[in-house]
Nanobody
Framework: QLQLVESGGGLVQPGESLRLSCAAS????????IGWFRQAPGKEREGVSC????????YYANSVKGRFTISRDNAKNTVYLQMNSLKPEDTGVYYCAAGPLGATVQAMCDGYYAMDYWGKGTLVTVSS
């Protein structure tokens, strides 16, 4: 069965950190560019950060630049999102998704492509 599974979400206070993981099963994650997206209550889903299959290219939304870091370990079939200095506005459900072959990282994050696979999401809540 082809699937992506996110983990690592939780409740943290402003300024704290979380590390999200996106693990693939049933397919080789290393062939795909991967994006992290989030959806806050009452808002549309937005691209947070995307990484190319080789990790040579990365993209970050302006709202997370300098605070979040995307990385991948293709040997472990896993992509990570390190989130530091979390803010209440970072609250939402975070999803990872595998992009179509050849998609550029900015185009993936900007929603120009229909992603091939989606995880079910992990909830991040930043609150004091």
């Amino acid at each position: 069965q082809l699937q992506l599974v996110e983990s690592g979400g939780g409740l943290v206070q402003p300024g704290e950190s979380l590390r999200l993981s996106c693990a693939a099963s049933g397919f080789t994650l290393g062939y795909y560019g991967i994006g992290w997206f989030r959806q806050a209550p009452g808002k549309e889903r937005e691209g947070v950060s995307c990484i190319s299959s080789s990790a040579s290219d990365t993209y970050y939304a302006n709202s997370v630049k300098g605070r979040f870091t995307i990385s991948r370990d293709n040997a472990k079939n896993t992509v990570y999102l390190q989130m530091n200095s979390l803010k209440p506005e970072d609250t939402g459900v975070y999803y990872c998704a595998a992009g179509p072959l050849g998609a550029t990282v900015q185009a993936m994050c900007d929603g120009y492509y229909a992603m091939d696979y989606w995880g079910k999401g992990t909830l991040v809540t930043v609150s004091s």
